[in-house]
């Protein structure tokens, strides 16, 4: 991943479940966290 350019940060304080730290090829970070933020609040309803 990093050799393709797909990790966007090696602050290892972001490294958790609140923060996109990675890119991917079919989803934009901004969706990515909506899908996160919303399983999330689904799980713990």
């Given amino acids: ?3 393709e350019g797909r990790i966007t ?3 290892w304080d972001l490294y958790d ?3 996109i730290v990675c890119k991917t090829n079919i989803i934009t970070p901004g ?3 909506d899908g996160q933020k ?3 609040n689904e799980f713990y309803k």
């Fill in 38 to 40: 919303w399983g999330y």
């Fill in 31 to 33: 969706k990515f966290q």
């Fill in 17 to 19: 479940t609140q923060n």
């Fill in 9 to 11: 940060t090696t602050d």
């Fill in 1 to 3: 991943m990093n050799k």
